[in-house]
C-alpha cells in the first residue's frame, strides 16, 4: 500500500526490525499515517521551523513532521531497537532529520536546535509530564520553544487546560495557563495505538505568551499554588499559614475569602496574591 512518503508501512518496519512493544518504556506506537499527519499539523505551520520529537519510536509521528514540512526534527529515542527504523527515514530526507540515542530526561537538548523551535510527542505520560514542567519552567520567559504539541492520557491533558473549580483544576493548570495558551486539540480512542493502552488519550497544544499573563514572582506564586494544592481541602487560611505570616489580611487584601479553597481561586487572584506576599 502506499504511504504518504513512499517508505514502507509501519506494520511493516515494526516486523521488519521486530520492534514489540516494551512496556516499560511506555510504547503505544501509532500506525496509521494519516493519523500522525494530522497531529504533526496541529502543531502549526512546520515550514521554517526546527521541530523536537521526544520518543519517535519506531517513527510515525515523525514521518507526519516531515512529510508536513518541518524544516528540521530533532527526534530523541531512548530505545536503541528503533535506531535503525529511523536511520530509513533520515535517509529519505536528506539533511532534515537528526535523531539523538538516550533519555531526553538526561540530555541537553537546546544545542541541536535553532531557536524558536517546536516539539512535538507522543511520550510515557510520566516522562511527558516531566518534560513539561522543565519546558514550563525555564531560567528566562519567552522559552526557546514557541509551541509544544504532546499527546497525554486523556486525565493529564484536562488537568493542563482546567479552570477554576473543576476536579481537574490545580498546580498543572496554572503552571501552564500563567504563560501559556493551552488547549485540548484532539482526543484519541485507545485504538488508536498498537498496543491499545487502557486509557483514553489527548493531544494538547500550549502556545508560549511573550510574557504572563499576570505579573507574578515565579517561585513565590509555585509556593503558594503548592501550599494551596496540597491541602486543597482545607481552606487558604489553613493551608498556605506556612507562606507568609499575616496571611489571613494578605489573602483579603487580594480579594480572597480566607475561608475559601485553593480550586476556587482563579490564575488573577493567585498572582495578585503572590505580589503581595512578594511585598512582605
Ligand atoms: N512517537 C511514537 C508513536 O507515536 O508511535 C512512539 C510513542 S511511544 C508512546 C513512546 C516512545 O518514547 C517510545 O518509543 C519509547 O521508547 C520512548 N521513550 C520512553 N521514555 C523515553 C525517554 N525518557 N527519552 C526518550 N524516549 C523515551
Redesign the pocket.
Same mark, same amino acid.
Given at each position: 500500500m502506499a504511504t504518504i512518503d513512499g517508505l514502507p508501512p509501519l506494520r511493516d518496519v515494526i516486523a521488519a526490525h521486530e520492534l514489540s512493544a516494551?512496556k516499560q518504556? *511506555?510504547?503505544?506506537?501509532?500506525?496509521d499515517l494519516n493519523l500522525?499527519a494530522k497531529i504533526a499539523r496541529l502543531a502549526g505551520d512546520l515550514a521554517g521551523h526546527d521541530v523536537l /520529537?521526544?520518543? @519517535?519510536? @519506531?517513527? *510515525?509521528?515523525?514521518r507526519g513532521l516531515l512529510a508536513e514540512g518541518a524544516r528540521h526534527v530533532v527526534a530523541? /529515542?531512548?530505545?536503541a531497537r528503533?535506531l535503525p527504523a529511523l536511520a530509513e527515514i533520515a535517509a529519505a530526507y536528506p539533511g532534515r532529520l537528526t535523531v539523538l540515542h *538516550?533519555?531526553?530526561?538526561e540530555m541537553d537538548l537546546a544545542p541541536h536546535l535553532a531557536a524558536p523551535w517546536k516539539v512535538a510527542?507522543?511520550? @510515557?505520560y510520566n516522562?511527558g509530564t516531566e518534560l513539561l514542567v522543565r519546558w514550563l519552567t525555564p531560567a528566562v520567559w519567552p522559552p526557546q520553544w514557541s509551541s509544544l504539541t504532546l499527546?497525554f492520557q486523556k486525565e493529564v491533558a484536562e488537568r493542563i487546560v482546567a479552570r477554576p473549580g473543576s476536579k481537574a483544576y490545580g498546580r498543572l493548570a496554572l503552571l501552564a495557563q500563567w504563560r501559556c495558551e493551552a488547549r485540548i486539540v484532539m482526543s484519541l480512542p485507545p485504538e488508536a495505538?498498537t498496543p491499545a493502552p487502557k486509557v483514553h488519550s489527548a493531544v494538547v497544544h500550549l502556545t508560549a505568551l511573550p510574557a504572563p499573563r499576570f505579573e507574578a514572582d515565579g517561585a513565590v506564586l509555585n509556593r503558594i499554588v503548592a501550599a494551596g494544592f496540597n491541602q486543597r481541602r482545607k481552606m487558604l487560611r489553613v493551608s498556605l499559614k506556612g507562606v507568609a505570616p499575616g496571611i489571613e489580611a494578605k489573602l483579603e487584601a487580594a480579594g480572597i475569602p480566607p475561608t475559601a479553597r485553593a480550586e476556587e481561586i482563579g490564575l488573577e487572584a493567585f498572582c495578585l496574591l503572590a505580589r503581595i506576599v512578594a511585598a512582605g
Open positions: 516494551k518504556l *511506555g510504547q503505544n506506537f501509532l500506525l500522525t /520529537e521526544v520518543g @519517535p519510536g @519506531p517513527g *510515525g509521528l515523525t530523541v /529515542e531512548k530505545d528503533c *538516550g533519555d531526553a530526561l510527542a507522543n511520550l @510515557p516522562v499527546m495505538f
